[in-house]
């Protein structure tokens, strides 16, 4: 029979958080909210997400010398637990995630005798909490940035004029190789990644509060190129970002020589346009930047220029920003995505493309389309498998009863829904 097609197109980033974003607009009415305070102040500690909690990773402390604690915040519980500490103590280390692993590469080894850049890669495992050794970064390094696409960790870092600063190491074969160096030779900038391209952000020189950066380059692993994009609204280094769907906020940095800032900017690859949001409660250099499913988090930092200087109980604060919509939470919808077709009825073709660019195509019921995205909604937001099961149906090719793919979350790029009736 011919098949009539009523065509709706639903695309997502599976490197960020992809369903949507709310604008200044819409956040305008929302403020930052106090969490529970880190045990230990902490600034230019390591950061990251895994599975729906945070860790932080080394940093300076209140005895304004390089640390090694690894702490994790559980947002369900709102409770901080300490974990096994990383061998090697240290500040400013740029930090990546790749297959539900932590590395903390580079940083500052300062303590009150030394003052010393490292190139050690250290590797977490939050399932064993155990730590093990990486290998070495081509150059030593503080107070550089990495962005990560597939299983490559992009390291940006500062480096004496004509060296090379941009190096990919790939997880998976556990080599390094140099790129295109980015435009900009800066320390403090934050890196992140949206659609397949990393996005360079703000930093500044070794000089402290001189030559501060607001510009924003895009990178394009394909072609090893850089382009120009627009400039942050007020420049800003010692900064770090999170990415929110598919929009990067970066909140806080140092401003000036003296002066830091609590303000949030969110920059939009898509319109290529800046927007300011909602001030944090406190002014922060050095501070993390991450975001759990829709909710952007600021933690640590100083409000001095100089990052080992923590002169407050308030660097140990943590607040939080809700990025998500106005919809009743008791809502009957509530846990279905809102691209899902309620009536369950007709179907559709799924058509699902891979970070390495291959695409897989799923002729389903609507049913099925919405029992995937529910998956994918709760994937996203740290909970539920790391992969997805698919029925191949008619697809089913050889003398198999049954053929199932088996999708992984990590490595989804986008998919799209096409609905049709026959």
Do not use: C
Not at 8 to 20: K, Q, R, T
Not at 132 to 156: C, M, Q, R, W
């Amino acid at each position: 029979m011919r098949k009539l097609f009523f065509m709706f197109v639903i695309l997502f980033s599976a490197i960020l958080a992809p369903f949507g974003s709310a604008s200044a607009e819409e956040n305008s009415g929302k403020s930052w909210i106090s969490k529970a305070d880190l045990p230990e102040a902490r600034s230019a500690a390591a950061t990251a997400v895994v599975d729906g909690k945070i860790y932080v990773i080394g940093g300076f402390g209140s005895e304004n010398v390089a640390t090694n604690t690894t702490f994790v915040y559980d947002p369900k519980t709102n409770e901080w637990t300490q974990k096994t500490d990383m061998p090697t103590k240290r500040a400013g280390a740029a930090v990546a995630v790749v297959d539900h692993k932590i590395y903390v590469i580079g940083g500052n080894t300062y303590n009150t005798r030394n003052y010393a850049n490292t190139e050690k890669v250290e590797i977490y495992d939050y399932k064993t909490d155990t730590w093990e050794s990486g290998i070495d970064a081509p150059v030593k390094s503080y107070l550089s940035t990495a962005a990560v696409i597939d299983n490559t960790i992009h390291l940006f870092t500062q480096q004496e004029p004509g060296k090379p600063t941009h190096f990919a190491y790939n997880t998976a074969t556990k080599k390094w190789e140099t790129k295109y160096r980015q435009p900009r030779n800066n320390s403090g900038a934050a890196a992140a990644t949206v659609n397949g391209k990393i996005y360079y952000i703000g930093g500044g020189t070794h000089n402290s509060g001189a030559g501060i950066s607001g510009f924003i380059y895009e990178y394009d692993p394909k072609t090893d190129n850089w382009v120009k994009k627009s400039n942050l609204r007020s420049v800003a280094t010692y900064v770090s970002s999170a990415v929110v769907g598919n929009k990067i906020y970066i909140a806080g940095g140092a401003i000036g020589k003296n002066s830091v800032t609590s303000k949030v900017q969110v920059y939009d690859p898509k319109s290529d346009t800046v927007e300011e949001i909602q001030d944090l409660q406190y002014k922060r250099a050095g501070a993390a930047t991450v975001a759990v499913g829709k909710d952007l988090y600021a933690i640590g930092g100083s409000e001095s220029v100089n990052l080992r200087l923590l002169h407050t109980s308030k660097f140990r604060s943590v607040e939080m920003l809700s990025l998500e919509d106005s919809k009743n939470p008791n809502d009957d919808n509530q846990g279905k995505t809102d691209d899902t077709d309620q009536s369950e009825e007709g179907n559709a073709l799924l058509v699902i493309t891979m970070v390495n660019g291959l695409q897989k195509e799923y002729q389903l019921s609507i049913k099925e389309v919405n029992a995937f995205l529910s998956w994918y909604k709760q994937r996203d937001a740290g909970e539920g498998p790391g992969f997805y099961e698919i029925d191949e149906h008619d697809n089913n090719k050889g003398p198999f009863e049954s053929k199932k793919d088996y999708v992984v979350f990590k490595n989804i790029l986008m998919f799209e829904v096409n609905k049709y009736k026959e």
